[in-house]
């Protein structure tokens, strides 16, 4: 069974940092692009951040561009999100997202679910004083 299992969320002051794991089960993740999406009450989900198959791409929404930083490390079978100097506008629930691509430098963080097929249950991150 394929599984994808978010950690790390929590609360954080302004200018804090936190690190989103996002953990598989039942595949290889080496073979898949991963991204991160969020979403809060009432508002569309929204790409965060991708990381290609082979590593070697990666992609940032504007908004947390040059804060976060998405890792993998695929002997662990896990993706990571680094996300510093956290904002109030970055709560949310955190999701990390499969998209089947071997060796492929291609990720995506268009739209609210882009072309990823397998989501975990989510990881609450709140940014507040």
């Known amino acids: 069974q394929l599984q994808l299992v978010e950690s790390g969320g929590g609360l954080v002051q302004p200018g804090g940092s936190l690190r989103l794991s996002c953990a598989a089960s039942g595949f290889h993740l080496d073979y898949y692009a991963i991204g991160w999406f969020r979403q809060t009450p009432g508002k569309e989900r929204e790409g965060v951040s991708c990381i290609s198959s082979s590593g070697i791409s990666t992609k940032y929404v504007d908004s947390v561009r040059g804060r976060f930083t998405i890792s993998r490390d695929n002997a662990r079978n896990t993706v990571y999100l680094q996300m510093n100097s956290l904002k109030p506008e970055d709560t949310a629930v955190y999701y990390c997202?499969?998209?089947?691509?071997?060796?492929?430098?291609?990720?995506?963080?268009?739209?609210?679910?882009?072309?990823?097929?397998?989501w975990g249950q989510g990881t609450p991150v709140t940014v507040s004083s």
């Open positions: 997202a499969a998209d089947f691509e071997p060796g492929s430098n291609f990720c995506s963080v268009i739209g609210d679910s882009g072309p990823y097929d397998y």
